[in-house]
């Protein structure tokens, strides 16, 4: 059971411009939100979080976007870099520590 | 060194044989968790500790996997009669106890890439 959706596997995108990754979920129970990054050979390191009570979460080039009557969250990466090429995994959790993660969106960012 | 820590890096093994994964996460974080990534896939949820309780082995794909977690520290996980579909990276990561509008970010290892032949 799918809880944590990403369901575009990967995004190109030029240098300069806006990413914006999107991520479903389908258990209105889930009240924290975060999303992760991973490099190649790497284990994901924590990017950017959101909790339910808010609907924006700001931190530098990165913004996450929650819309909770939608079950949807966005992250936002402006101007995207060369160096934000990864795999992003969105994460959601319940109150507790057990955490489920959608499936990544492998990001590009051309040069 | 501060961060998870997990052995071996690679790991190579007949069809099967069993395999364990170790997991040395970091120190004062009394939640631990197992994932696995397969070739092309998402993180999948195998196994969470939490402090003393009973561990959530909800994601363990079958019985041929347990986990277990020693002195609250450090996890081993094992795999009996490997199968080639259990080729993946399997990642460890661990985090503080849940607070209450606490952060609970979880910090990964760089994982253990299992292949077997």
């Known amino acids: 059971d799918q809880q944590v959706k990403q369901n575009s596997p990967s995004l190109s995108v030029q240098e300069g411009r806006i990413s914006i990754l999107n991520c479903d979920y389908t258990?209105?129970?889930?009240?924290?939100f975060l999303w992760y990054k991973k490099y190649p050979a790497e284990g994901p390191t924590f990017l950017i979080s959101i909790s339910s009570i808010k609907d924006k979460n700001e931190d530098g080039r990165f913004t996450v976007f929650l819309n909770k009557s939608a079950k949807h969250l966005s992250l936002h990466i402006v101007p995207s870099q060369p160096g934000d090429s990864a795999v992003y995994f969105c994460?959601?959790?319940?109150?507790?520590?057990?955490?489920?993660f959608g499936a990544g969106t492998r990001l590009t960012v051309k040069p | 060194g501060a961060g998870v820590s997990q052995s071996p890096s690679n790991k190579v093994t007949e069809k099967g044989k069993d395999v364990e994964l170790r997991c040395d996460p970091i120190?004062?974080?009394?939640?631990l968790y197992w994932y696995r990534q397969s070739l092309g896939q998402g993180l999948e949820f195998l196994i969470y500790f939490q402090g003393n309780s009973a561990p959530d082995k909800s994601g363990l794909p079958s019985d041929r996997f347990s986990a277990e977690r020693t002195g609250g520290s450090v996890s081993t996980l094992t795999i009996q009669r490997t199968q080639q579909e259990d080729s993946a990276v399997y990642l460890c990561?661990?985090?503080?106890?849940?607070?209450?509008?606490?952060?609970?970010?979880?910090?990964f290892g760089p994982g253990t890439r299992l292949t077997v032949l």
């Open positions: 120190s004062g974080h009394t939640a």
């Open positions: 990561a661990s985090s503080l106890l849940y607070r209450a509008g606490g952060v609970i970010e979880q910090f």
């Open positions: 258990n209105s129970m889930f009240d924290y």
């Open positions: 994460a959601a959790t319940w109150g507790n520590n057990d955490m489920r």
